[in-house]
């Protein structure tokens, strides 16, 4: 069995993915600005993932911008059949590589164009809607225009799904009463906890939490707990902040993202890697 397949599945609207997946953000370039470093590194990342099992990739058209959806579609189309491909809008990029709010009818439409014809695809699996209350934390702005828009571009056949990103549970509620969400995507890991209400809630309604930076994104995790841990149990710092992610709740799901193949085989790992309920409880108590 890949290593990807070993940390069981979970149901993702009409599709079954692993919970373990691949994050591609950090592929766009320094900055997730492109031109990447390596394309063909970046290309060879991508063909390891679906090499070791992973089917469920999340991904951006602003990251690059178009350069990480672009190298998915060189690097796997025509795409497996089982392959699952999570995308997200609601913004945009500066000249300086600033990011920035795109959430009007207009643009949340050009979005799911654009990352159709960067993904050669006729439908996109999955779209979530970014919102913005800050750059990585939910506001309480309402969302109803927005995921209105989302949902008539489904009703008219380009999304199989929706999901949203970077929302409070109020606005989770907002969006149910507008179209179905089946995963939501929120900064979350062993020292930012502040969503696990949101995730017991999602888990009772079969909704997967996705979380991003669950790695520490751009600042990488550090506690003395994690690398005390890490030294009993043999394994790196990230392999067990990516275990005890997928031991915390069954309806995580995990996107680890990285431009390194060997980091993609050893994150990978954490499948795998069972921690016990001793070492979990000061896991546990990081926060
Ligand atoms: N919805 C949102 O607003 C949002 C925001 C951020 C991210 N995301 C999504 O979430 C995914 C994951 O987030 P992320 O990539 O920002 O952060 P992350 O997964 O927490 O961490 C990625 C960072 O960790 C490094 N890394 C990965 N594996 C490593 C290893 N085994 N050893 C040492 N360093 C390692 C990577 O560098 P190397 O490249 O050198 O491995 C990169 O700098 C992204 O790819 C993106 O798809 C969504």
Redesign the pocket.
């Known amino acids: 069995m890949s290593d990807a397949s070993k940390a069981g599945t979970f149901r993702l609207g009409d599709r079954t993915v692993n919970r373990m997946g ?5 592929l766009a370039g320094p900055g ?1 600005f492109g031109p990447p470093k390596d394309p063909k590194a970046a290309l060879a990342v991508l063909r390891e993932a679906l090499a070791l099992g992973v089917n469920h990739i ?3 058209d602003f ?1 690059g911008p178009h350069v990480t959806n672009q190298l998915i579609r060189e690097a796997l189309h025509p795409y497996a059949d089982n392959l699952t491909l999570v995308t ?1 809008v609601g ?1 945009s990029r500066g000249d300086d590589a600033s990011w920035n709010p795109a959430l009007s009818p207009a643009e949340l439409t050009q979005a799911v164009h654009d990352n159709l014809r960067n993904l050669g695809l006729d439908v996109l699996d999955v779209v ?1 809607l ?1 919102a913005w209350g800050t750059m ?1 934390a939910p506001g309480e702005e309402s969302i109803e225009q927005a995921f209105t828009t989302l949902a008539e571009l489904q009703r008219q056949g380009l999304i199989r799904h929706l999901g949203l ?2 929302v409070s549970a109020a606005q989770v509620k907002e969006a149910q009463g507008i179209a179905e969400v089946i995963c939501v ?3 979350y ?1 062993l020292s930012h906890r502040r969503d696990e209400p949101l995730i017991a809630e999602l888990g009772k309604q079969g909704i997967a939490y ?9 600042t ?2 550090q506690s003395d707990a994690l690398a005390s841990v890490a030294q009993r149990l043999k394994a ?1 710092q ?2 067990v902040a990516l275990a005890w992610l997928l031991q915390r709740a069954p309806n995580i799901l995990l ?6 193949v ?3 085989r ?2 990978l790992t954490a499948s795998v890697l069972k921690i016990a309920p001793g070492l979990l409880a000061e896991l546990d108590a990081v926060a």
Do not use: C
């Open positions: 691949y994050g591609a953000m950090q997730v999340d991904t951006s990251y997200k913004a979530n970014r990585h990103s970077n995507q929120n900064h890991n996705v979380p991003f930076f669950p790695l520490g994104g751009f990488p995790l790196s990230l392999k996107i680890p993202g990285t431009s390194s060997a980091h993609l050893e994150n």
